[in-house]
């Protein structure tokens, strides 16, 4: 009674919800929610845990493969045993707070045996520190006295149009004036930088990264953006690195024609091969939404391919069959992992990272 009632709960929801940007595309793996927010948490109190339930909504069983998870603080229990279709299952996610501070998310990435079923979930909290002195806080050191809390800051979702700033906290733990400057990989994605001239002996000071990103045909897709922090002329040796999925501004009109891509499979394993060697595949990407299907920007990233070009259009109830290529690693025993970017106008998940693997053999 209980799988039937998240069933019934969940197929409701679907039904009259129009899914955000940041949600799942229709799956056979329907969750009651992708996201869980911890709310403000205290590190001292340790990891917080949620339970992300979900019900099989096909007539094929699911049995999940593989659970990877965006950081080793972040921990997940789940069953290998298939869960049939209508019955539920569950995935129990641990949070460790320990060294964190401040808003932070988590992304949890789930792959079942047959890589049709395919969701990512994500974790958000933000976190009261345990009282630290600057040393602690800031364990990142940059150049001479100055470090800092993270040396990277994923923007999300940036639609054409829009500005968004992050801040940047940077601590000098020494006992003299030092004098700040910045240098980046340059504005060509619309990143920039505000940073204070100086920082004053055990003062914390801010800097504040902003994309800006205009409306446009070329600007869509992931940026990708690096800083590094000059102390009293010396370059921090490690850089901070920046990025932000562009994608369009999407109108707030549930009534209006929307595409839906679908990918199958979402995950392309070319099993083992030999070593130094392209690979193919052929994949279906189809449109089961009512409006067309434009890939914004197709993004394949080094040693992969694909069949398919930015301004491609899918129309609404069409699919088509795509050619996907991988490099094989010419070292033998060997993991080559690839990627490829995929930006449409598909609300539901406008940017989309196609995940390819290929063992040596």
């Given at each position: 009674?209980?799988?039937?009632?998240?069933?019934?709960?969940?197929?409701?929801?679907?039904?009259?919800?129009?899914?955000?940007?940041?949600?799942?595309?229709?799956?056979?793996?329907?969750?009651?929610t992708y996201e869980?927010?911890?709310?403000?948490?205290?590190?001292?109190?340790?990891?917080?845990?949620?339970?992300?339930?979900?019900?099989?909504i096909?007539n094929?069983?699911?049995?999940?493969?593989?659970v990877?998870?965006?950081?080793?603080?972040?921990?997940?229990?789940?069953?290998?045993?298939?869960?049939?279709?209508?019955?539920?299952?569950?995935i129990?996610?641990?949070?460790?707070?320990?060294?964190?501070?401040?808003?932070?998310?988590?992304?949890?990435?789930?792959?079942?045996?047959?890589?049709?079923?395919?969701?990512?979930?994500t974790l958000?909290?933000?976190?009261?520190?345990?009282?630290?002195?600057?040393?602690q806080?800031?364990?990142?050191?940059?150049?001479?006295t100055?470090?800092?809390?993270?040396?990277?800051?994923?923007?999300?979702?940036?639609?054409?149009?829009?500005?968004?700033?992050k801040?940047?906290r940077?601590?000098?733990?020494?006992?003299?004036?030092?004098?700040?400057s910045?240098?980046?990989?340059?504005k060509?994605?619309?990143?920039s930088?505000?940073?204070?001239?100086?920082i004053?002996?055990?003062?914390?000071?801010?800097?504040?990264?902003?994309y800006?990103?205009?409306?446009?045909?070329?600007?869509?897709?992931?940026?990708r953006?690096?800083?590094?922090?000059?102390?009293?002329?010396?370059?921090?040796?490690?850089?901070?690195?920046?990025?932000?999925?562009?994608v369009?501004?999407?109108?707030r009109?549930?009534?209006?024609?929307?595409?839906?891509?679908?990918?199958?499979?979402?995950?392309?394993?070319?099993?083992?091969?030999?070593?130094?060697?392209i690979?193919?595949?052929t994949?279906v990407i189809?449109?089961?939404?009512n409006?067309d299907?434009?890939?914004?920007?197709?993004?394949?990233?080094?040693?992969t391919?694909?069949?398919?070009?930015?301004?491609?259009?899918?129309?609404?109830?069409?699919e088509l069959?795509?050619?996907?290529?991988?490099t094989?690693?010419?070292?033998?025993?060997?993991?080559?992992?690839g990627?490829?970017?995929?930006?449409?106008n598909?609300?539901?998940?406008?940017?989309?990272?196609?995940?390819?693997?290929?063992?040596?053999?």
């Amino acid at each position: 009674m209980k799988a039937k009632a998240l069933l019934t709960t969940i197929l409701l929801a679907v039904c009259s919800i129009t899914w955000a940007q940041d949600e799942q595309p229709a799956s056979a793996m329907v969750f009651e929610t992708y996201e869980w927010d911890f709310g403000t948490i205290d590190e001292a109190d340790g990891p917080v845990t949620h339970t992300f339930r979900f019900v099989n909504i096909s007539n094929n069983p699911i049995q999940i493969d593989n659970v990877a998870t965006s950081c080793g603080c972040t921990t997940v229990q789940y069953s290998t045993e298939p869960i049939h279709g209508g019955e539920e299952g569950e995935i129990t996610v641990i949070f460790d707070p320990s060294r964190y501070q401040g808003h932070v998310f988590r992304e949890v990435e789930i792959i079942t045996k047959d890589r049709h079923n395919y969701a990512y979930l994500t974790l958000y909290a933000d976190i009261n520190p345990i009282p630290m002195g600057l040393e602690q806080i800031y364990p990142h050191l940059l150049a001479g006295t100055i470090k800092t809390n993270s040396l990277g800051y994923p923007f999300g979702y940036i639609a054409q149009g829009e500005s968004i700033t992050k801040v940047m906290r940077i601590a000098n733990v020494g006992d003299k004036t030092v004098n700040l400057s910045v240098e980046t990989n340059g504005k060509r994605n619309g990143m920039s930088v505000e940073c204070p001239k100086s920082i004053d002996p055990q003062e914390v000071v801010s800097i504040k990264i902003t994309y800006d990103i205009p409306k446009g045909k070329k600007y869509y897709g992931l940026a990708r953006d690096t800083i590094w922090l000059i102390a009293d002329g010396v370059k921090s040796q490690k850089p901070i690195t920046v990025n932000a999925k562009r994608v369009e501004k999407f109108s707030r009109d549930e009534n209006r024609p929307k595409p839906v891509m679908r990918i199958e499979p979402g995950y392309v394993d070319f099993g083992e091969k030999a070593p130094g060697k392209i690979y193919k595949k052929t994949i279906v990407i189809g449109n089961t939404g009512n409006a067309d299907l434009i890939f914004r920007n197709v993004e394949p990233m080094q040693g992969t391919a694909i069949s398919i070009e930015s301004d491609q259009v899918i129309k609404p109830g069409k699919e088509l069959k795509v050619t996907v290529a991988v490099t094989n690693s010419r070292e033998p025993n060997t993991t080559t992992m690839g990627s490829i970017n995929l930006t449409t106008n598909d609300p539901t998940r406008p940017f989309y990272e196609l995940r390819l693997q290929v063992d040596t053999n």
